[in-house]
């Protein structure tokens, strides 16, 4: 569960247990620690508003280790977040009759029912938690004009704020929908990055690939670069070296100099209060199920900032490895 | 450039060096080595036929350590391929005029012209002889039932083989075409993969996003996740614990027993015939470039073997990390 | 700050920060959690008691997440540990005039001035809680007949029992004694072990080394070894292929099924309450300085279940390593 | 068989194998290769002069990535060395009666019979040829006043040159020695190395401990701290903070700016020309084996090139991660 290889963010805890948070190995010392902005972007993730569940967290980080007097002191810092809201009866219905579109019966089977199951355990969104609050951190390391931005792209296939009707009409029939998020990445020097598997592309597909729902990530011009030519979809060197604003921004795992533009598609959540036709294990047939608690509609608004947290520490982790940051 | 946490494969080489190769650490003892299979493997890799580029290469492969007696021995696997087809004087252009869409101007950036550029270096899509080598080697050690397999999707958006038509028209264009290679795994135990960043969808995803001129990777429904409702999108478990075959076969990281589908879109190889205007920095100006040498017209077919190997690579990995397969 | 390749141990926390503790990746799921075992693990590294300082921690161990219903569950394990006993002033002397034989200078310099000092901050030996908590956890996924014993073997070069006056004398001096802690593994399998850098001796060597004050390490005959003839060191394979009983346990990093001795031997420990005449920074001159606090006479008592902490988790990993035991 | 956390070394090969030869990632671009310090360092370590085996090996070194115009390229670095002399049938007793002293056995139960046992296979000292061709290449990111000095220490316990007579008297007689390498770091900038299990002495530890035949490493006063007293082994900061020239150069995992004393304790061959009786598995019964073939009587001189590559190899990877040498 460690993303990183010279910023190493380990995760830990399980949704339903005493607490979630992250063990960062390798921030560099002597970094500012902003706590305004450690709560801001606490925040910004936290459930309980707009098109996002009502579980309630304050999502309070304690700082254990690491940081002295306001900056870090370049050893392992330790973030912890305690569990409050946590209503595990919900989750009764566990191991035998598992969710559809759920982790519950793989894990189950993974770890031959040893893992605490309830509200997804280790594997549930609750411990983006923690990448927010290490991302957060890392803010300070990366320079000003490196640029990482996240937005919501879409939602059930309607762009930008199109798609909020769709959304709340989907969770007034107990359902869900899909949705999309865009990155883009300004500001990179050109170069950095890694050949192959550590590249920029590579080290972003799997880190976004890891957000809970991700279905699908695409760089530049994506899906639809598959369509097109190469004499259409060249990016020429211009005057000085400079590429457009369409161009791509990532070749061969580096940096080009345009902006990065990532796309990544979220399905519809699993988690739906429509009843659903799905075996029981007990009984040996297919019931009915009807979920209770607390469902967001569309994945999109809650991991936009999950996104960032994601992309800004394989950003500042790359940077390390070329040498751009300190390390 | 290193793939892989318990079997890792190393990249080494350059296009246009001595050799390109792999390592292989981690690969059980008392693998049984076939011969056969390796030269099976290389030819459906091999340049030379077909809808790929006119560089001839016998891709001998020298297994240099790590075979004795017809079975692995347990130790690093040394795999070499010596390179005998160079032109390297048609790259004389470089790096003072580097090619549109090629990774040429930020290696030469990021390694301070130290870098070999003549033909990618090491970013070059010839390294990807190592990696089917080593993804042959490997398939001793997985179980029959696990089934791994891609097949060319479309060209130029025409699905299968209606796009083969248009390929050969934009190579005769002196242009390219984009493509995407289609790839299904099946037969896997469920609960096989691992929580977030080496989970299977997150390990896939970065492992083939590194073959060169990848663009996108989707999962499952992939970017029409995003236009669906939880409720059309979830699977149900049927009798027995079974998915339907259309299911998601990964969720959050793990098999669910359903096949998994993955799509990878390749843009259009960025090498064409066509003259380009590009910066020269040596004139400070923009000028034409025709490029010589030998190009592919479109990618999927030739990365078809290739995106087998990754997988294959990536499934015997964390096989491993379960338990699934003797480490 | 992390130990294993398969079980990964990363110590956090600082000596006199808000705690210290351990994060544990790769232990197995569904091992049985055995508290009243961590906790008379925990007593015998606790400061308080007969040849050590007199700062009182309870050491209370809290287990934030792996862990549910008694079993773990296969996720990473989080053990945290309250400083309480904190007297900060006592360092009041630091940066400016450091201790001889501690490493105050040193960190100061590495992390220009940023880390905690105070205690020896994360270099302190409290972190080895967190070694002895993990240690713990990992005792029920070790075979039975697998043995790991660390003894006391010579406080000031007298052998056992012998030194403890020595001992004793030292410290009403206000001085301390250099040691040794013996530590013999038995009932490894035969080729337990990895080559070369991974090996048991190298893996050991490395682990033992980092417990603060540790100056060698010598496995089987050691540093008289460097006397003998081939001929006499030699050990014969006998009847059904057994090694005497003084036989290397160790060869070329694998077990050889003979008991492996390792002797480790640790300096005097550095603090000490006679006034020592060292480097005022800010005076410019040489001053004397009175170490008040809470100083351990001799290491080889405290240190005896901190090595064997660090040995089993050496032999836990390299055990899952080799698959004897399931990862 | 890997060594380094930045600039990762990785051994191949097997004794009686097609080659032996390490990978080199992380070697920074741009770094000047110099094939006569190569050539020089190579024959340093060549058997067949003075007191070592009559094998005969020209070592020549073949460089098949990551050189490009006599500059590192900032890729991987493949370096390989053919067998040449190899007498495989000299090793017909094996696997049914093998040599005291040997890995041979725990070799040939770990891999179930697969490994070559030949010369000792993948775990022999010929192994050691890629660390001297890696360490070799590493010369040149080193600053020229670290100084890394390996000298041979002792013969059978007689210190320097005293112990030649005894080495070749123990070769007359068919037997071998035990012996001592001593290392000396001076140079390294206070605060180089990082806290707990990638700290100086583990790192070196870990390394050292891996040539084959070590078996004991001693820091700074070694086995003889621990007779000492803290009044007498502490070491005062003087004028400036310098440390006396016998002062210990590692502290708690960092470089304290005094001299580094590192001592390594090497066994005494285990292949004598001398009988012994051992077990033989076909016959079982205790039998004598007469082992023809090159045997070194004793290991320091073989093994000094070899402790001081090693030493280079973890001071260069220690020096790229602490920011003192630009990875």
Redesign the interface.
Known sequence: ???GENMIV?????SH?????A?I?GMP??VEFDLEQLITDMVSRRPGSGLASKRKETDDV?I???V?NG????????L?IRNQDVRSKDYSFLPYQ?R????D???N????????LRG????SAR?TAGLVAASSISRNIIPDDWKIEATVG?L??LEGDEGIALAEQ?RKAG??????VDLVITGL?????E?????L???L??????I?A??????????N?????????????????KLDEGA?GA???????APIHVRI????????S?P????N?ISGM?EELAIKGRHDPVIAPRARPVVEAVARLVIADLGI???YI??
């Open positions: 569960m460690s993303l380990t995760l830990f805890g399980e247990g005493p607490a979630v948070g063990l190995e010392a002597n304690e254990l280790s690491g002295n900056r870090t002191t370049g050893m392992p810092i330790l912890l598992p559809p579109g759920h982790v019966h793989p894990i089977i993974k770890t031959e029912g040893a893992a605490d997804g355990g280790s594997f411990l879409a059930g296939g989907a359902d869900s929908l899909g949705s999309r020097p050109i170069g950095l990055g050949p192959w598997f550590d590249g592309e590579p080290a597909a799997r880190a976004l690939m890891a809970p991700a279905r699908a990530v695409e760089f530049g011009r994506g899906v670069a598959g369509e097109m030519r190469g004499s259409q979809h060249n990016d020429k060197w211009g005057e000085g070296m791509d070749l061969g795992g580096m940096a080009s100099g598609t979220f399905k519809p959540p699993s988690g739906i429509l659903q036709e799905t075996f294990q297919m490895q070329g040498g300190d390390g």
